[in-house]
Every structure is written in C-alpha cells, then in structure tokens.
C-alpha cells in the first residue's frame, strides 16, 4: 500500500490542527466538569451518642448513598478521595427504633463545605432491631502460631494481663459467649521470654463493644535437654488384692526438661503406672507402663521398658 508522503508543511499544519483539537477537548471538559451538577457517591455511616440502655443492631448496612450537589470536578474527586464518613446521631433512639437522616441534614451539612452539601440520602430512615444489654467478663484466649529455635520451648504458664475483658451488647449474643480469642501472636525462631502486646480480635457486630482491646502476654521460654531417671511401676486395679510380682519394678524414661528445672526434677514428680484389668478383662500376658504423673513442662522422648511381666502367685 502506498503512503502518504506530507511535506513539511503540510506536517506542521497537521500537528497544529491536533493540538488544537485536544485543547479543544480539554477546555469543553474542564467546562463541563466546572458546571454544578448533582452527583451520587456512597458514604460510609459513624454513629455517636449511641443509647446507653438500650443494645442495637443496625437492619442495613453502614454504607448509603448520597446526593450531592457539587460540581463534575467534585464527583471526580470524591470517588478518588472515598468521601468522608457522615457523622449520624442516635440519641433519639432512647425511645424510638429508627432514625430519619433527613432531619439531621443541616446538621450533617455543617460540617462540610459550601460547596458540597447534601441534597438527599438513599435510605432516608435507618430501623434498628433492639434487646436488652448485658456486661460480661470473660476470660482472654491467647492464639499463638510460635516457633521455637531447636531445642527451646514453651517453660512455664502463660501470663495474660488483663487476663479477663469486659464486653457490652445484647444479651442474646453475650449469653453465648464464654471466651474471647486475642489477634494470632506469629513469631518465629524464639529463643528467649516473650512480653509483648497483643490484640484482641476485633468485634465484628456494630452493637457489641469490648474493653480492653489489647493485652500483655508474658510467655517464658527456656532451652530443653535431655534427662533420664528410673520410676517405679504402680500396679492399679488390682481389686482381689492378688499377691502380683512384677518384673522389673521400674522402669526408665527419657524427657525433656527447661535447664532452669533441670536439678529440681526428681522421680518422685512422676508416676508410672500398669493396669492389671488389662489382664483380668483383656487376657493381656504382658502389662503397658503409662506414665500417670508428669511434671508441667516435661516432654516425655521414651519408656524403657515399655510392657512389664506379671507373675500372679497362689
């Protein structure tokens, strides 16, 4: 296909006509867009001086929309911007269920600029579902996704501070809850004590409030090592008091320990046991050691040996 081939003047005439065009162009869409004009956004809803003996549950969401009358430049702005929230009153919830944004419109447009007052809403009339309200304390539950450098773990018990909060709302809805989780403590290759703030997971209904919404937790963390020591055999259920030898009468275990603890962990902190109902009702010729007793924060690695023998003498 042949081109055109422009000389160039005719190059330079054309590029003036272009550039006059996108002047053109912008100067009608600035003209446009400086023209008032009435425009639609969505706001998101604040609500204060909520009722005090009354819980409430919002039956919409808390976003509406909002006829604006502004300018083309506004709407432009104000979807880039998100909009500010409005501010609604629910003081006279006291004694109604609903509350008319209509009549609390010059009081929401004081707040804004002249030149972005709201014309309507859309709902006009927020409804609200009310029970009687209830206080609660509850006990906090730490949630931990922690790792451990090798051979370093958990020591001792967790501290939580405050170790209860107090939640408000509904009493159908507090009746039901018993416990309240924290924000997932993630931490990785922990080699010492932790003492951080953690916080509480939010509130997802709107009429349920918690106080605090932080906490301090205090996680101690020491290095393992291995110990072993022998613990006698206790035989149970042993309800004929049958004369029964067992072999061997102790037995040796292998676990973990925090160094701290290290030389306070003796045998009498633990407690094996066999049961002899295992052959008296399970025809068992040989009895399992299960350890019964363990100190907090051991970890038990093996059981040596771990069945005995039984001699039942007539």
């Not at 707040?111 to 709201?118: A, G, L, N």
């Not at 030898?245 to 046991?273: C, G």
Request: hydrophobic share 40%.
């Amino acid at each position: 296909m042949a081109l055109i081939k422009l000389s160039a003047t005719q190059r330079r005439r054309l590029s003036v006509f272009f550039t006059c065009l996108v002047l053109a162009f912008l100067a009608w869409l600035v003209a446009v867009l400086s023209n008032p004009k009435p425009y639609t956004t969505k706001a998101v809803l604040e609500f204060r001086n909520t009722p005090q003996r009354r819980a409430f549950h919002s039956l919409q969401s808390d976003t509406i929309a909002i006829t604006v009358n502004g300018t083309g430049w506004d709407a432009v702005f104000s979807r880039m911007a998100g909009g500010k929230p409005i501010s609604v009153d629910l003081q006279t919830l006291e004694n109604k269920s609903f509350v008319v944004l209509a009549g609390q419109k010059d009081q929401i447009n004081s707040k804004r600029t002249p030149e972005q007052q709201i014309i309507s809403f859309t709902p006009d009339t927020l409804y609200f579902d009310f029970s009687n309200r209830k206080v609660k304390r509850i006990p906090v539950n730490l949630v931990t996704g922690i790792k451990y450098r090798r051979q370093f773990f958990q020591s001792g018990n967790i501290t939580l501070n405050p170790a209860y909060v107090i939640i408000n709302g509904p009493a159908n809805l507090i009746d039901g809850i018993n416990s309240w989780n924290t924000d997932t403590l993630k931490m990785d290759s922990v080699d010492e004590s932790v003492n951080t703030h953690v916080n509480l997971e939010p509130v997802k209904e709107g009429n349920l409030s918690i106080y605090p919404k932080n906490i301090q937790a205090n996680i101690p963390v020491d290095e393992f090592t291995e110990k072993v020591l022998e613990i006698p055999v206790k035989l149970i259920n042993n309800r004929d008091n049958d004369d029964v030898k067992i072999f061997p009468q102790k037995v040796k275990i292998t676990f973990m320990t925090s160094l701290s603890r290290y030389a306070d962990i003796n045998e009498d902190l633990f407690e094996a046991t066999a049961d002899f109902d295992l052959w008296r009702k399970g025809g068992y010729h040989v009895l399992p050691v299960k350890i019964s007793k363990v100190p907090d924060y051991c970890r038990i690695v093996k059981i040596e040996p771990q069945n005995i023998d039984f001699i039942i003498k007539k």
